[in-house]
């Protein structure tokens, strides 16, 4: 199974800014909803935000109002705007794909690693 390719991770300073592309692996990027989610070390992943396929947005509480999720249809590609960053958003970012329909259509992808140093 191809899987999804994200880009842009890497180590910055607490308060800035980093972002994140996923080039997904999918027919059509407008029948997916499309998702960020995040694993640090020893915890679990956890979802960090969500553009669903009518372009509603959800957001984890600890990241609304400083990540902003979009996408582009046309280029297949979905991004993650991650400002003021904090230590504790260090992690693995995934990107994730499933089909709005068909929920057993999805993808995942390797993952990007952003470290927030102090």
């Known amino acids: 199974q191809v899987q999804n390719v994200e880009s842009g991770g890497g180590l910055v300073h607490a308060g800035e800014s980093l972002r994140l592309s996923c080039v997904a692996s999918v027919s059509s990027l407008n029948i997916y909803n499309m998702a960020w989610y995040r694993q640090a070390p020893g915890k679990q992943r956890e979802l960090v935000a969500m553009?669903?396929?009518?372009?509603?947005?959800n957001y984890a509480d600890s990241t609304k109002g400083r990540f902003t999720i979009s996408r582009d249809n046309a280029k297949k590609t979905v991004y993650l705007q991650m400002n003021s960053l904090k230590p504790e958003d260090t992690a693995v970012y995934f990107c994730?794909?499933?089909?709005?329909?068909?929920?057993?259509?999805?993808?995942w992808g390797q993952g990007t690693r952003v470290t927030v140093s102090e």
């Open positions: 994730y794909a499933q089909h709005k329909i068909f929920l057993t259509y999805e993808n």
């Open positions: 553009s669903n396929s009518d372009d509603s947005t």
